[in-house]
């Protein structure tokens, strides 16, 4: 069994329901909103970290604005398009080296392992970021049950594709499916985990549903949506936009303030939700799991091998 990761945020550091479904009493509230009743008890000691410091925003922020190139490019299309998706039955190829391959449905994965709430900060290599209250439970569990073989040292992933539900299959925008991977000390790491859920509710079909990679501590494309296949592989596995675009990012694409994009700057992000507050913050170092995860990449050049 992994060991548990004890998040540091708490729900004063994301939305409280009753509020982003009510947007009334966020305006009821606006008179005080500098004071501790809205930023929340969390953001008081965040020890010094403004990106703490959370405007409440409503459930269509937060599941309203996500890229899922798979029914779109634009920022809205995946919540008009993602309900086309059929996500029951789902399975999961499991395959590789690992000593029980087989296609796994949900069900089965999800009677073996522990659910449990995880709120995690999202940064987008875009510069706007979030912080979501996901459910579900460590990857390491699922690895451990499959049994990683001697030899493997990466985890590949694959999204569904299904042009006939997913739209932006007919564009290509990528080499289809979507593919990514990480480290087999990535994969197992405690912070790493599957979601199945959001806000305590099933995860939408444009967040990934059901049942995603999230991975903090990296630029949100690393954390992969709508997962059919895993593979436990001894080479490094080609991943989608370090294959479009070699340039940007490489494999690892770790929240780092001091590697630019060659774009933009990284150094700040949006807060989406922020509303007439919303500002730049400073970025966090490994999106601010500099103390949990930078002993995965010690002695490496965080800037080459970015």
Known sequence: MARRYTSKLTWDDVTPEHLYLNRRQIMAGMGGVLGAGLLGAGAAQAQGD?????????????????????????????ARNAHMMT????SIEIDGLVDNPGTYSLEDIL????????????????????????????????????????GARYVAFETLARPEEMPGLRVPVIDWPYREGLRLDEAMHPLTIMATGIYGRDIPNQNGAPIRLVVPWKYGYKSIKSIVRISLVEEQPVTAWNTYAPNEYGFYSNVNPERDHPR???????????????????TLMFNGYEEEVASLYEGMDLIEFH
């Open 111 to 150: 009677s073996e392992v522990e659910i449990e709430e995880r709120i995690y900060r999202l940064r987008c290599v875009e510069r706007w970021s979030m912080v979501v209250p996901w459910n579900g439970f460590e990857l390491a569990d699922l690895l451990n049950r499959v049994g990683v073989q001697e």
């Open 50 to 78: 403004p990106r703490l410091a959370l405007i409440p925003n409503e459930w269509d922020e937060i599941t309203g604005y996500n890229n899922f190139y798979e029914f779109g490019t634009g920022k809205d299309d995946p």
């Open 87 to 90: 996500t029951e039955p789902w």
């Open 264 to 282: 933009w700057s990284q150094a700040e992000e949006r807060r989406i939700g922020g509303g007439l507050f919303s500002r730049n913050f400073p």
